[in-house]
């Protein structure tokens, strides 16, 4: 059988045949229908809208970081302008306390703060 086998599969069970008849039998299906373009430019526009949010998300976030920034540099300058401010205060007080005129009124003070106490 093997001999008789082998003949049979050489005469009708060629690849080279087959594979011509299959590209004959595709040909006579005809061209392949489009697909629908609407769902396709839709789904482009969307990705489009898409991209175009997730840039100004991005473009977003690094404004904010740098707002953040310059608001934060912003409050250590008011920061140290305000403590500048209060150790000129506490100087200029302790140069008027430390003037004749103040230690000359300190009885007046005394005085004045006596009677308010009263009231």
């Known amino acids: 059988m093997g001999p008789v086998n ?3 599969v050489l005469a009708r069970h ?3 045949v087959h594979a011509q008849e299959l590209v004959e039998l595709l040909r006579g299906l005809g061209a392949p229908a489009g697909r629908p ?3 396709l430019q839709e ?3 969307l990705a489009r809208l898409e991209w175009r949010a997730r840039a100004e998300v991005h473009h ?3 404004e904010i970081a740098a707002l953040r920034q310059t608001l934060e540099r ?3 300058e008011a920061e140290r302008a305000a403590q500048e401010h209060v150790e000129r205060a ?3 007080r302790r140069h008027y306390e430390s003037s004749a005129s103040w230690r ?4 007046l003070r005394r005085l004045t703060r006596l009677f308010r106490g009263r009231r």
């Open 104 to 107: 000359l009124t300190a009885p």
């Open 6 to 8: 082998h003949d049979l």
């Open 60 to 62: 977003l976030g690094t």
């Open 43 to 45: 789904m482009a526009r």
């Open 74 to 76: 912003k409050e250590a």
């Open 14 to 16: 060629r690849a080279n």
């Open 37 to 39: 373009r609407e769902g």
């Open 90 to 92: 506490s100087e200029i």
